[in-house]
T-cell receptor
């Protein structure tokens, strides 16, 4: 059975701090590792994604770190801003069927 | 360049009625996916469609639920004889043929069954 475990369930970070969200998976066939951001009442939006041939990818303030041997990947948000307050989901997959974590509710305190 | 469009955004039905949810994919996308999300949970895959074809409906309940993506017009998710447990947010996503793992989501339809 495919399983994806996301942690923490919720996170409070001061403005300007670093937010870190983790995702652990079991299926070694996964070859695409995205993070989605969802605001209340909206659909998920693709934030950043990585393939397993690299260990890190950075896009602006967002970085994915990927550890293939540990079967984990994480999202780092540098200089966190109140506008980053949202729910974040990891959704690794090997084809069209995204397997979603339970989500992390991030609150950035001003 | 319009994104994925869904309507209605909110739908209220009484038990036993039918619910019809519509999804228009992004321009140039030929693949549509439907997901269901319960409060405080991640999304759950329901069905994957291409034009006039159901590719994978393994996540869809066997009864009362059906989906289609006709040659012309939007994709439709149909729930017959709704029950309270069907209350959820239903999201549609689309992707281009060459990148099925890169899915773009619509704003969702929030179904409330009274």
């Amino acid at each position: 059975q495919q399983q994806v475990k996301q942690s923490p369930q919720s996170l409070i970070v001061q403005k300007g701090g670093i937010s870190i969200i983790n995702c652990a998976y079991e299926n070694t066939a996964f070859d695409y590792f995205p993070w989605y951001q969802q605001f209340p009442g909206k659909g998920p939006a693709l934030l950043i994604a990585i393939r397993p041939d690299v260990s890190e990818k950075k896009e602006g303030r967002f970085t994915i770190s990927f550890n293939k041997s540990a079967k984990q990947f994480s999202l780092h948000i540098m200089d966190s801003q109140p506008g980053d307050s949202a729910t974040y989901f990891c959704a690794p997959n090997s084809n069209y069927q995204l397997i979603w974590g339970a989500g992390t509710k991030l609150i950035i305190k001003p | 360049n319009a994104g994925v469009m869904q309507n209605p955004r909110h739908l209220v039905r009484r038990r036993g009625q039918e619910a019809r949810l519509r999804c228009s994919p992004m321009k140039g996308h030929s693949h549509v996916y439907w997901y269901r999300q319960l409060p405080e949970e991640g999304l759950k895959f329901m069905v994957y469609l291409q034009k006039e074809n159901i590719i994978d409906e393994s996540g869809m309940p066997k009864e009362r639920f059906s989906a289609e993506f006709p040659k012309e017009g939007p994709s439709i998710l149909r729930i017959q004889q709704v029950v309270r447990g069907d209350s959820a947010a239903y999201f549609c996503a689309s992707s281009p043929y060459e990148a099925q793992e890169t899915q773009y989501f619509g704003p969702g339809t929030r179904l409330l069954v009274l």
